[in-house]
């Protein structure tokens, strides 16, 4: 079999071949050649998914994450870092809903002696995009943890000792466009 496949992998390439470098007359015929041969370079399970982030605009759509439920909640900070532990601020993350593009990276920093041992950070697997999240539970003494985002979504976060999953108290979202 893997050898069938192989075969059909070089008539396809050949046929690829052939029509770039002939004219556009012949290159059609050639094309056609190549597409019909056995184990090609069709597959199934594509690209196309269900409940898309995209409007007919082309513009993310936003999705009401809690405790993020208005685009208008999302800051945009320069450094994108979410701070916690912050005096007077203790039990909340600044921002706790940010918005950042694609291919970004977000650090989450504890302020002074606070590190994740004090707030054990965690992806929710409940609201947002919950497949995906490039957020891992991270519970260890230090207080600084990055994490890059390369896919579109809603990616929610809690503190396991002063959040939940659902959103509530120390918790937020990050918007990736
Ligand atoms: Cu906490």
């Not at 079999?1 to 050949?14: A, D, E, H, N």
């Not at 190549?34 to 090609?40: D, H, M």
């Not at 399970?45 to 994450?65: D, I, K, N, Y």
Request: aromatic share 10%; net charge negative; with cysteine.
């Amino acid at each position: 079999m893997p050898q069938r496949q192989s075969i059909g992998v070089v008539f396809w390439t050949l046929g690829l071949v052939l029509a770039s470098g002939c004219g556009s007359s012949n290159g059609s015929k050639s094309g056609s050649g190549g597409a019909s041969a056995p184990g090609g370079a069709s597959g199934s399970g594509g690209a196309t998914g269900t409940g898309g982030t995209t409007s007919t605009g082309g513009a993310p759509v936003f999705t009401a994450v809690t405790p993020c439920n208005a685009a208008t909640d999302y800051a945009t900070v320069a450094d994108n870092t979410i701070n916690f532990g912050m005096m007077g601020a203790d039990f909340v993350y600044m921002p706790k809903c940010l918005k950042v593009t694609a291919g970004a990276t977000v650090t989450f920093k504890g302020f002074g002696i606070e590190t994740f041992s004090n707030h054990p950070l965690a992806p929710s697997d409940k609201i947002g995009t919950v497949a995906g999240n490039p957020i891992t539970e991270t519970a260890e003494p230090s207080n600084t943890k990055t994490f890059t985002f390369p896919t579109a979504g809603a990616y929610a976060f809690f503190c396991e000792f002063h959040g939940s999953d659902l959103g509530d108290a120390m918790a937020g979202v990050i918007w990736v466009q």
